[in-house]
């Protein structure tokens, strides 16, 4: 079974600071790659994905992820953060076939501080 | 505009007791799914479906049921509720199976 990892549970920055998010997934064939943002009280939301082609896809909100197929990696990543920008990070996967729905990581906090 | 709801928003029931959670979508999706949100766990699959009078079991199943008899619905049963399935539930559906997920707000459930 696939599984996916998000190495930091809880970060902490201050406005205008850059951010990236790990993710690994385990699952070594064809791949679809999400990450989900959940804002307080709200349900998830789609940032981005990547299905194929270009490995850095961007997202809404000026988020961009990078694919790197060799280290099964899928790190989020956002130059220069706004306060807005806490929340709950989710990052997904699924096998190429779609089988089972996607497989969550169990989510980054992130706290902006104005 | 095309939604997915999820009813009751908020429950508080006793152990042993039946609950089903609702979940209807209006986009004529094939594909709907139920997880579950814990601290430390983040979403864990407990039940799908790719379409009418299919159902498929995920990664957390046990003590739970779904029914597909539409398009539209996919309820969520738990038959005895015990104090474990205290969560808050999400159902989501999607147009392809390995495509975008859409999700509703979410059902926060207690089980004293």
């Known amino acids: 079974a696939q599984s996916v990892s998000q190495h930091n549970h809880h970060v902490i920055l201050s406005e205008a600071a850059s951010l990236e998010l790990g993710c690994n997934y385990s699952?070594?064939?064809?791949?679809?790659l999400f990450w989900y943002v959940q804002y307080p009280g709200q349900h998830l939301q789609l940032l981005l994905k990547y299905f194929s082609g270009d490995p850095l896809v961007k997202g809404i909100k000026g988020f961009e992820a990078e694919f790197i197929k060799s280290k099964f990696s899928f790190n989020l990543r956002k130059p220069s953060v706004q306060w807005s920008d806490t929340a709950e990070y989710f990052c997904?996967?699924?096998?190429?076939?779609?089988?089972?729905?996607?497989?969550f990581g169990k989510g980054t906090h992130l706290i902006i501080q104005p | 505009d095309a939604e997915i709801t999820q009813s009751p928003r908020h429950k508080i029931t006793e152990t042993g007791r039946q609950v089903t959670l609702a979940c209807h979508q209006t986009w004529n999706h094939n594909n709907m799914f139920w997880y579950r949100q814990d601290l430390g766990h983040g979403l864990r699959l407990i039940h799908y479906s790719y379409g009418v009078q299919d159902t498929n079991k995920g990664e957390v199943s046990d003590g739970y049921s779904v029914s597909r008899s539409n398009t539209e619905d996919l309820p969520l049963t738990l038959e005895s509720a015990a104090s474990s399935q205290t969560s808050v539930y999400f159902c989501?559906?999607?147009?392809?199976?390995?495509?975008?997920?859409?999700f509703g707000e979410g059902s926060r459930l207690t089980v004293l």
């Open positions: 989501a559906s999607s147009e392809l199976r390995r495509g975008k997920l859409f």
């Open positions: 699952y070594g064939g064809t791949v679809n």
């Open positions: 997904a996967v699924n096998s190429g076939g779609g089988a089972d729905g996607l497989t």
